[in-house]
């Protein structure tokens, strides 16, 4: 029973570890969205960050409090900076397109083969 426990235990704290960083990087990646739906001056651009920001901020644990968030903002906002923000949003804004990309596909596979329509007769321009 002993080793249940500490196995059980074990496997926790690996899952809090990872969805801890999972959370970090969700964190980053509002931030980024955030500044470059803000200040971008290119339409795609903004309209990616945007999505972006929408993919990440329901990412966020239901059961983060205000006080978490905060201070998993905070400590990723020391982690951007000018230098490194545009790679950064790139690998955000990599990770929503392969999202996109896996729907598009399951849904392409959802979809009913399209049956072969039968041709229309062409209408008669002398009306015969």
Do not use: H, W
């Amino acid at each position: 029973m002993k080793i249940i426990s500490l196995t059980l235990a074990a496997a926790l704290l690996a899952s809090g570890t990872a969805a801890a960083a999972q959370s970090a990087s969700d964190a980053r990646c509002i931030l980024l969205a955030n500044a470059f739906a803000g200040q971008s001056k290119e339409a795609n651009q903004q309209k990616m960050a945007e999505d972006s920001l929408y993919f990440y901020l329901g990412r966020i644990s239901v059961q983060a409090t205000a006080t978490q968030l905060k201070a998993l903002l905070d400590a990723q906002a020391k982690t951007i900076n000018n230098d490194n923000a545009g790679a950064l949003m790139g690998e955000c804004a990599k990770a929503v397109q392969a999202k996109v990309q896996l729907m598009e596909t399951i849904a392409a596979q959802s979809r009913p083969p399209q049956q072969q329509q039968p041709a229309k007769p062409k209408p008669n321009p002398q009306g015969r």
